[in-house]
C-alpha cells in the first residue's frame, strides 16, 4: 500500500477482503516496521559522528576529501534513495536521444574544425589496475596493438588533431592513488608530443569497517587496502578541486569529453561537439544499440520530463528480464559523456551532484568492509538541456579481458594514426563471440599461447578451453570450439584453417 502511495486506512475501511484480525497483523506489522525504521535512524545518527571524529584524525585526507567522504556517507545513512515507478518510465524520443546519423555534418573547413577542438578538453578516466588481466601498475599501459599501450594511441590520435588543425587539445588523465606514481613516470616520455597532458587525481576515501562503521585507516590499516577511490562519479568535484577546471575555462575550453581509457572506439567526434555547442547542452552521454552481451548496461529513459540513467539495481524484481528485453530497452551507456565546463563548476559549487550511491561491500584481509560509489552517468539529470546520443557500435570497443585484446589485436581491425578501425572485410556487422578459458585470463599467457594471432574476419564464435596452443597463420571460420581434455596438452598446427569445427583432440584436426 504505501509503495503506491494510497491511504492505508481508508483502503482497510473500504475493503471486502480484509476481517478484523487480519487489519490488527497488518497495523501490528506496520508499526513494528516503523519502529525498526526509527531504530535504524537512531543508529544512523550514532553513527555519523563517530565516523566524522575518526575521519577527522585521518591526515591522509585533504579537506574537501573528508567534506565529501561525510557527505557521501550522511547520504547513504539517511537512506537517500531515487524510488523509480516503473509505470511513468518512457522511451525517450529522437529529440533526447538524438540519432548519430540524423546529426549534421561538420564543412570541410579546417577553420571550424579548430574553433570546435579549441573548445574541447579530452579527459580519461585512468584509476583502474590491469590486476584482472595479470598485469600490475595502470590498464592504459597494456600493450594493445603493434607494440602500443592505450596511452600512446590516445595521445598519438590527439597529437595527429593538434598537428593537422593547428589547436591545443589537452589530454587530462584522471588518476587514483593506485594509479598515479606510475602514470607520472609514464606521461614523461610524451614531453616532446604536441600534447599538453595534465593529470590529477580523484577522491581517496577510507574504505568502512562494516561491523563497527568506523574508518579501516583509523583502526590500523595504513598502506592501500585500507582505501578506495569512489567511483567515477567522483571526476566531476575532483577536476574542480584539483583546480584544472578554472584553468581550462581560463583558456577558452568549453566541453570535456571524458571516457574510459580502455574503451578503444572513444576518440574525438566532432558532429557531437558541433552539436552540443549549437544547442547549448550540457551533457551528452553517448548510447549504443543493445546487443545479449549488454542486457544488463544502464539506459537512458524519459522519466518524469528529464532524461536520466536506469541501472539494473534500480529495476523492481518483476521487471528484471523486461530491462534485459533488446526489443523494449534497446540502448546502453556507452560511458563516453560531453559535458559543458562552467556546468560543471556551478554543479558543484552549489553540491547538487547528487548522483545515486552504488554501496559495494568487499572483504579484504578476512574483514568486511563497505566502499560507497558514485558513476558519472548518473549525473545527467542534473544538467539542463541533458541528451543522448546513439552512435554506432564503432565508438565502444573497450579491452576487459584478454578475449577482447584477442578482437583488436586480429585481423579484424587496422590501426592508422592511432584509430583502430575495423576491417571492412568482415561482412557481419557484430564481432565474433570469444570466450576464453583460464589459462588465458592473463595478459603474459595469452600471448604465450599464440605463436601470432589468428586471422578471425570470418569468426562468427571461439570458445577454448585447456591447454591450448595456437601455431602461427591459423584461419578460424564459423562456429569453432577447441577443448583440451584435463592433463593433455593440444597444439593447433601452423597455417591451420578451422571451419565450423568442434575440436577435442589432435584426432579432429
Known amino acids: 500500500f504505501f509503495h503506491y502511495k494510497y491511504p492505508t486506512a481508508l483502503i482497510l475501511e473500504h475493503s471486502p ?53 561525510i557527505n557521501l556517507v550522511s547520504r547513504y545513512l539517511s537512506g537517500e534513495a531515487q524510488h523509480i515507478e516503473w509505470s511513468k518510465i518512457q522511451t525517450p524520443t529522437d529529440e533526447i536521444v538524438v540519432p548519430y546519423d540524423k546529426m549534421a555534418n ?71 592513488f593506485n594509479t598515479h606514481d606510475d602514470t607520472q613516470k609514464i606521461v614523461e616520455k610524451y614531453t616532446k608530443s604536441n600534447v599538453d597532458i595534465h593529470t590529477f587525481n580523484q577522491s581517496k576515501y577510507p574504505r568502512v569497517v562494516a561491523d563497527e562503521f568506523v574508518p579501516w585507516p583509523s583502526k590500523g590499516k595504513t598502506d592501500k587496502d585500507g582505501w578506495y577511490p569512489p567511483g567515477h562519479g567522483d571526476v566531476f568535484p575532483s577536476l574542480m578541486n584539483s583546480g584544472k577546471l578554472d584553468a581550462f575555462l581560463s583558456q577558452g575550453k568549453e566541453y570535456v569529453f571524458i571516457a574510459n581509457s580502455d574503451n578503444l572506439g572513444a576518440i574525438v567526434d566532432l558532429k557531437i561537439l558541433k552539436h552540443l ?60 559523456l560531453w559535458v559543458n565546463l562552467k556546468a560543471i563548476k556551478k554543479l558543484v559549487e552549489a553540491d547538487a551532484l547528487k548522483m545515486e550511491i552504488i554501496p559495494n561491500p568487499k572483504e579484504v584481509d578476512g574483514v568486511k568492509v563497505l566502499q560507497l560509489e558514485t558513476a558519472a552517468g548518473a549525473a545527467i539529470r542534473f544538467f539542463d538541456k541533458a541528451i543522448g546520443v546513439n552512435v554506432p ?31 571492412k572485410a568482415r561482412t557481419n556487422p557484430t564481432n565474433p563471440a570469444i570466450e576464453l578459458g583460464p589459462e588465458f585470463k592473463k595478459v603474459a599467457s595469452f600471448l604465450s599461447r599464440f605463436k601470432s594471432i589468428p586471422s578471425i574476419v570470418e569468426l562468427d564464435s571461439l570458445k577454448v578451453s585447456g591447454d591450448v596452443w595456437f601455431g602461427s597463420g591459423v584461419v578460424l571460420k564459423g562456429k569453432v570450439t577447441v577443448k583440451a581434455n584435463a592433463g593433455t596438452k593440444l597444439e593447433i598446427p601452423d597455417n591451420a584453417v578451422l571451419e565450423n569445427k568442434d575440436i577435442n583432440g589432435p584426432e579432429d584436426l
Open 106 to 176: 561538420v564543412s570541410e573547413d579546417a577553420s571550424e574544425t579548430k574553433y570546435l577542438l579549441d573548445k574541447l578538453v579530452v579527459l580519461k578516466l585512468n584509476g583502474g589496475l590491469g590486476t584482472t588481466m595479470g598485469c600490475t601498475g595502470p590498464k592504459s599501459v597494456i600493450e594493445v596493438r603493434d607494440g602500443l599501450t592505450f596511452l600512446d594511441l590516445i595521445v598519438i590520435q590527439i597529437e595527429n588533431l593538434n598537428n593537422k588543425y593547428d589547436c591545443k587539445v589537452p589530454l587530462v588523465l584522471m588518476n587514483s
Open 277 to 336: 555547442i549549437q544547442n547549448k547542452n550540457e551533457y551528452c552521454m553517448e548510447v549504443t544499440p543493445k546487443t545479449l552481451a549488454d542486457v544488463k548496461g544502464g539506459t537512458l529513459i524519459s522519466y518524469e520530463g528529464k532524461v536520466q540513467l536506469l541501472e539494473i539495481a534500480q529495476v523492481p524484481d518483476e521487471h528484471v528480464n523486461e530491462f534485459k528485453s533488446i526489443e523494449k530497452f534497446k540502448i546502453f551507456n556507452t560511458n563516453n
Open 393 to 423: 557500435r564503432s565508438r565502444f570497443l573497450p579491452v576487459k579481458a584478454t578475449s577482447d585484446l584477442l578482437l583488436v589485436q586480429s585481423d579484424l581491425y587496422t590501426l592508422v594514426d592511432g584509430f583502430v578501425t575495423r576491417n
Open 17 to 69: 477482503f480484509f476481517n478484523i484480525a487480519q487489519i490488527s497483523i497488518f497495523l501490528s506489522c506496520v508499526l513494528i516496521s516503523l519502529g525498526l525504521k526509527s531504530s535504524m535512524a537512531a543508529t544512523a545518527t550514532e553513527k555519523l559522528p563517530q565516523l566524522k571524529s575518526a575521519v577527522d584524525g585521518l591526515t591522509e585526507m585533504s579537506e574537501n576529501e573528508k567534506s565529501g567522504f
